[in-house]
Nanobody, 124 residues
Framework: QVQLVESGGGSVQTGGSLRLSCEAS????????MAWFRQAPGKEREGVAV????????RYNNDVAGRSTISRDNSGNSVTLEMNSLKPGDSAMYYC?????????????????WGQGTQVTVSS
């Protein structure tokens, strides 16, 4: 099992920035992809960004590409998502996820372990 704990959410105004962090513990050697997802009320959970824990591969969804950066530490046990130019549409619960597959995607079905989430609220 892998445990994931998110931190760094909060309330910001439009145009602001946030840094979300995720710490993984447990059987982390079994996971090769870590990602951030988000879910707004009444909407499906969507992938935001994913990073490989063994290569430099990253991928972003079209909405956050260019204004967000996902990174990990060398151990692959810590992942950070920095988001800039935030807008009200970014408001959601953000979840950290870890997957055992080596092919990293933004498909939530590829991830077996999930954190409890951290709330991000962007006001206009």
């Amino acid at each position: 099992q892998v445990q994931l704990v998110e931190s760094g959410g909060g309330s910001v105004q439009t145009g602001g920035s946030l840094r979300l962090s995720c710490e993984a513990s447990g059987a982390t050697s079994t996971t090769f992809c870590m990602a951030w997802f988000r879910q707004a009320p009444g909407k499906e959970r969507e992938g935001v960004a994913v990073v490989s824990t063994i290569t430099d591969y990253t991928r972003y969804n079209n909405d956050v590409a260019g204004r967000s950066t996902i990174s990990r530490d060398n151990s692959g046990n810590s992942v950070t998502l920095e988001m800039n130019s935030l807008k009200p549409g970014d408001s959601a619960m953000y979840y950290c996820a870890a997957g055992v597959g080596r092919y990293c995607t933004l498909n939530k079905s590829a991830f077996q372990f999930w954190g409890q989430g951290t709330q991000v609220t962007v006001s206009s």
